[in-house]
């Protein structure tokens, strides 16, 4: 049985962050939580093993009606693994070709 590999520069996360207040209950639905748990977050991650996957789903986000306007980021395992916690909020270091390349929906 072969061992798997998993590469922080190849999995893939994206940022859901809403331009107006905190990440809806429903909307986290929509993005794939199927816990729910917490009531008011300022932003969802959510990963992928691969960048074109996480494009993918952003694609197939475009036609659903969610409760607020998203601006979504991609970013690397190994960037989510030197991110800092300020309070509830996560920051997370980006390149500004990942700023330039966010994606509102």
Request: aromatic share 12%.
């Amino acid at each position: 049985m072969e061992a798997i590999t998993l590469n922080p520069y190849q999995i893939t996360w994206i940022e859901f962050i809403p331009t107006t207040g905190c990440v809806t209950k429903h909307d986290r639905k929509i993005f794939g939580d199927v816990l729910l748990l917490g009531n008011r977050t300022p932003t969802y991650f959510r990963h992928f093993p691969c960048k074109q996957a996480a494009k993918s789903f952003l694609g197939k986000l475009e036609g659903i009606a969610l409760d607020k306007h998203y601006e979504c980021r991609l970013f690397t395992d190994k960037q989510f693994s030197l991110a800092k916690n300020e309070g509830r909020r996560t920051i997370i270091n980006y390149t500004q070709k990942q700023l330039d390349e966010a994606v509102i929906i």
